[in-house]
């Protein structure tokens, strides 16, 4: 049964109906079929040039080789940090590399013998301060010490190293810490 005319009497199959709630409805409401998509391009261009500046300008303001860092000041041990190095000596430059099996220690004259782990695998930390001793009394005017480590190392680790080459009981060891970027 196919109804050719919309009198009241008649009904319409699906198609005519669907037909006619189309015209009915853009009558009301616009068609938006030329709706264009939204343009990222000019977006994307500020973005871009926004993560570039602030990159440049951040590399500006951090030193690409080491990080010093200053702990708070004792009392003691002021007086030698005031004194100029000897003139006879030269200078140390005092270097710790921690890897996950030991500790090796070097400076200008040469690296010595690295401290293994104990045995349990915990980093020898006591051997390294009686090191740090050692290394002291050659270089009482020394401050200075640069810690390096592998990429695995725990942050614990690296902060109980320079604890241990910072002070030994109350007398300050090598107080000026800086780090050096990871081993690979």
Do not use: C, W
């Not at 973005?47 to 708070?72: D, E, K, R, W």
């Not at 740090?132 to 690296?158: F, G, S, W």
């Amino acid at each position: 049964m196919k109804p050719t005319s919309q009198r009241p009497g008649r009904q319409l199959d699906d198609k005519q109906a669907a037909a006619l709630l189309i015209r009915r409805a853009s009558k009301k409401l616009p068609l938006f079929h030329s709706m264009e998509e939204l343009n990222l391009v000019p977006y994307l261009d500020v973005m871009v040039n926004l993560i570039i500046f602030m990159l440049v300008a951040m590399s500006a303001f951090l030193p690409l080789g080491i990080l010093s860092i200053f702990p708070p000041a004792s009392g003691q041990g002021q007086e030698a940090k005031n004194q100029q190095p000897d003139e006879g000596k030269p200078q140390l430059t005092l270097t710790v590399f921690i890897t996950t099996n030991d500790y090796t220690i070097a400076g200008i004259g040469g690296v010595l013998p690295p401290i293994t782990n104990r045995p349990d695998g915990d980093h020898d930390y006591a051997a390294l301060t009686q090191k740090a001793l050692e290394i002291k009394d050659m270089y009482p005017t020394e401050h200075q010490v640069i810690i390096a480590a592998e990429p695995n190392i725990r942050y614990e680790v690296l902060v109980k190293t320079m604890d241990a080459v910072r002070n030994k009981d109350d007398r300050i060891l090598f107080d000026n810490v800086k780090l050096s970027p990871g081993l690979k």
